[in-house]
C-alpha cells in the first residue's frame, strides 16, 4: 500500500510580494515583460527538470499545514465581506481607476488561507512543470507522462481519495475549484487533472471494491495510472441509450466488443471505465462500467484526434475486439452504469462550470490590459466609450455568475449541490465563457486571431466547453424536466 502523503503548502496571508511572485511564477507578468504587449502566449523556457522540486516558500515543512486538518465542510471562521481595510482600499481602487481586477471583482468568500496557500502551491507547480513545456506538447499533441508523475509528487492528484490508498483524504470540493481555476489561468488544458480526479476519482472510490481500490488507487494518486472514462460513441453522445459497445457473459470473464470516440486521456490512459451494454434489452438500465486497462489484448487505440482546441490534450478514439475483460473489472452494479452516472455527472459539470467561470475572468483582465496599452486615434481603446461598455457589460456578466457560481461551489462542498443547480452552472458559465472569449478576442483585433496570444488560444480551447460534459441543449433540458414534468 502507499503510503499516506500530505500535501506541501504553506498557509498564512498573502502579502503583495507574494502575490507578485505567484504571478511571476504563473507567467502572467512575464507574459507581459517578454512581449511588450499584454496576452501573449508565454514561449517555452528552458527550464531544469528534476532538480529539487518546488522548494522554498511552499515546501518549508515548518510552515506546511496538512491538508488533512481542514474540515471538510469548514467554512471562515472570519466576519464575511469586505473589512473596513480592505473596503478603504476597494474604494480608493474605483477612484483612482486602479487594475481591473480589484475594481471588477467582489472579495471572494468561500476559500480560507489554506485554500490560498493551496492556490500558491498549483501555481508553483504550474509555473515549473507546466508552462515550460506547454508549447511542446500542443505540437505533440499530448503531454508528458512525467508531468503527470510530477503531479502526483506534488500531490495534486487523488484529492479526495483516502489517505490509506495514497491520496489526499479531502473532500472539500474548494481545492479541486482552485485546481480548475489556476490550471485554467495557466491555459494549461492538456494536463486534464480534473477530468482525473473530479470524474474519474469518483467512480472509483465510491463503486470500487476494497480488491479494486487496492489495485488502482496508488497509481491512479501517484500518477503511474492515467484514467479515461469512455462513453461516448460514434452513434451515441448525448442519447447514452444508443450505446451499442457490448460485453458478453462468459463465465468468469465479459468478451467486449465496440468502439468509442473522443475520449479524453484516450492515448495515454492505463485505465479506462468504458460504458457498455450487458443486457441488450434493457435499453439504459442494460449498461455497465467495465475497467479495460492497458495491455489487454485487442484494446487498441485509434486516431489521436486533430481538434481546432486543447491540442496537447489526447483526445481519441478506442476500439475493443474481444477484449476479454476478468469478472473483477466490473465497477459498481451489474446493468447499474446508467444510475451510476446520474450521480457522478453532477461533479463534472461543476467542474467544467468553474473552468469557464474562471476562464471568462481571466479573459477580462487580459483584455482590460490590452485596451489599456493599444492606442489607436491618437489614444488608448480603453478611452473610447464603445471599449469601454464592452468590458464593462462583461465584467457585470462575470460579477453576477461568480455569486452564483461561488454559491454552488460552497454547496458541493458541503453535499448540498443538486444535479439541477450544477447542469444551470455548466451552461450558464460555459455560454458565458463563450460570449466573453469571442468579444475579448474582438477587442484585440487582429492580434486576437493570432495562435500566440492566450485571447486565441483560450477562444479555441475553451469552445468545447459548451459541448463536452453534456451540452447547454441537454443541460436545459434536465433544468426544463425538473421544473415541468
Ligand atoms: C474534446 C472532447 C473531449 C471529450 N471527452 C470525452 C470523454 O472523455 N469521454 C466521453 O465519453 N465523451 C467525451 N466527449 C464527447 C462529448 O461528451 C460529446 O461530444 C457530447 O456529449 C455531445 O455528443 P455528440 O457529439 O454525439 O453530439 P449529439 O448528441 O449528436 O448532439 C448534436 C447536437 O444536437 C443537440 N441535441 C442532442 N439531443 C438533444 C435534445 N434532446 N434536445 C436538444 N438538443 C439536442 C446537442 O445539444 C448538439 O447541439 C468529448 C468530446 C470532445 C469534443
Not at 72 to 77: D, K
Not at 173 to 181: G, K, N, P
Given at each position: 500500500m502507499a503510503p499516506a502523503r500530505t500535501l506541501r503548502y504553506a498557509a498564512g496571508p498573502r502579502r503583495v510580494a507574494d502575490e507578485a511572485a505567484a504571478r511571476e511564477a504563473a507567467g502572467l507578468d512575464a507574459v507581459r515583460a517578454r512581449s511588450g504587449r499584454p496576452g501573449r502566449v508565454p514561449r517555452a523556457e528552458a527550464a531544469p527538470r528534476g532538480r529539487g522540486r518546488l522548494r522554498g516558500r511552499s515546501c518549508v515543512r515548518?510552515?506546511?499545514?496538512?491538508?488533512?486538518?481542514?474540515?471538510?465542510?469548514?467554512?471562515?471562521?472570519r466576519p464575511v465581506g469586505p473589512q473596513p481595510a480592505e473596503l478603504t482600499e476597494t474604494v480608493k481602487n474605483w477612484l483612482m481607476g486602479g487594475p481591473a481586477e480589484m475594481t471588477a471583482q467582489m472579495k471572494r468568500q468561500?476559500?480560507?488561507?489554506?485554500?490560498?496557500?493551496?492556490?500558491?502551491?498549483?501555481?508553483?507547480?504550474?509555473?515549473?512543470?507546466?508552462?515550460?513545456y506547454y508549447e511542446q506538447w500542443e505540437k505533440d499533441g499530448i503531454v508528458s507522462r512525467d508531468a503527470w508523475r510530477a503531479a502526483g509528487k506534488q500531490g495534486l492528484l487523488g484529492l479526495a481519495v483516502p489517505e490509506e490508498y495514497g491520496g489526499g483524504g479531502q473532500h472539500d470540493?474548494?481545492?479541486?475549484?482552485?485546481?480548475?481555476?489556476e490550471f485554467t489561468r495557466a491555459g494549461a488544458a492538456g494536463l486534464a487533472v480534473g477530468l482525473h480526479n473530479d470524474i474519474i476519482g469518483p467512480y472509483l472510490t465510491t463503486l470500487g471494491t476494497e480488491e479494486q481500490k487496492r489495485r488502482w488507487l496508488p497509481g491512479f494518486c501517484s500518477g503511474e495510472i492515467i484514467t479515461a472514462i469512455a462513453m461516448t460513441e460514434p452513434g451515441a453522445g448525448s442519447d447514452l441509450q444508443g450505446i451499442r459497445t457490448h460485453a458478453e457473459d462468459a463465465g468468469d470473464h465479459w468478451v467486449l466488443n465496440g468502439s468509442k470516440t473522443f475520449i479524453s486521456n484516450g492515448i495515454l490512459a492505463d485505465l479506462v471505465i468504458v460504458v457498455a451494454r450487458t443486457t441488450p434489452e434493457?435499453?439504459?438500465?442494460?449498461?455497465?462500467?467495465?475497467?479495460?486497462?492497458?495491455?489487454?489484448?485487442?484494446?487498441?487505440?485509434?486516431?489521436?484526434?486533430?481538434?481546432?482546441?486543447?491540442?496537447?490534450?489526447?483526445?481519441?478514439?478506442?476500439?475493443?475486439?474481444?477484449?476479454?475483460?476478468?469478472?473483477?473489472?466490473?465497477?459498481?452494479?451489474?446493468?447499474?452504469?446508467?444510475?451510476?452516472?446520474?450521480?457522478?455527472?453532477?461533479?463534472?459539470?461543476?467542474?467544467?462550470?468553474?473552468?469557464?467561470i474562471a476562464g471568462a475572468e481571466h479573459l477580462l483582465e487580459i483584455t482590460s490590459s490590452y485596451v489599456k496599452e493599444r492606442e489607436a486615434f491618437g489614444r488608448p481603446l480603453a478611452k473610447l466609450q464603445h471599449i469601454r461598455f464592452e468590458i464593462a457589460e462583461m465584467a457585470t456578466e462575470c460579477a453576477v455568475t461568480r455569486?452564483?457560481?461561488?454559491?454552488?461551489?460552497?454547496?458541493?462542498?458541503?453535499?448540498?449541490?443538486?444535479?439541477?443547480?450544477?447542469?444551470?452552472?455548466?451552461?450558464?458559465?460555459?455560454?458565458?465563457?463563450?460570449?466573453?472569449?469571442?468579444?475579448?478576442?474582438?477587442?484585440?483585433?487582429?492580434?486576437?486571431?493570432?495562435?500566440?496570444?492566450?485571447?486565441?488560444?483560450?477562444?479555441?480551447?475553451?469552445?468545447?466547453?459548451?459541448?463536452?460534459?453534456?451540452?447547454?441543449?441537454?443541460?436545459?433540458?434536465?433544468?426544463?424536466?425538473?421544473?415541468?414534468?
Open positions: 515548518d510552515r506546511t499545514r496538512g491538508f488533512r486538518a481542514v474540515g471538510g465542510t469548514r467554512f471562515p471562521a468561500i476559500f480560507t488561507e489554506d485554500h490560498e496557500a493551496f492556490r500558491e502551491m498549483v501555481r508553483t507547480f504550474l509555473a515549473k512543470e507546466v508552462t515550460p470540493f474548494r481545492y479541486s475549484a482552485v485546481l480548475a481555476e434493457g435499453g439504459a438500465h442494460g449498461l455497465s462500467l467495465l475497467v479495460v486497462e492497458q495491455g489487454m489484448a485487442g484494446f487498441e487505440r485509434g486516431r489521436n484526434l486533430d481538434k481546432i482546441g486543447q491540442k496537447s490534450q489526447d483526445t481519441a478514439e478506442l476500439f475493443f475486439h474481444d477484449v476479454r475483460v476478468p469478472k473483477e473489472n466490473l465497477l459498481g452494479e451489474l446493468n447499474g452504469a446508467f444510475g451510476h452516472l446520474m450521480t457522478h455527472l453532477a461533479q463534472e459539470r461543476m467542474g467544467i462550470a468553474v473552468a469557464g455569486a452564483f457560481l461561488d454559491r454552488c461551489i460552497a454547496d458541493h462542498s458541503a453535499g448540498a449541490l443538486d444535479a439541477v443547480h450544477a447542469s444551470m452552472a455548466k451552461w450558464w458559465a460555459t455560454e458565458l465563457h463563450k460570449r466573453v472569449a469571442d468579444r475579448c478576442l474582438q477587442l484585440h483585433g487582429g492580434y486576437g486571431y493570432m495562435a500566440e496570444y492566450r485571447v486565441a488560444r483560450a477562444f479555441t480551447d475553451g469552445r468545447i466547453q459548451t459541448i463536452y460534459g453534456g451540452t447547454t441543449e441537454i443541460m436545459k433540458e434536465i433544468i426544463g424536466r425538473s421544473l415541468l414534468d
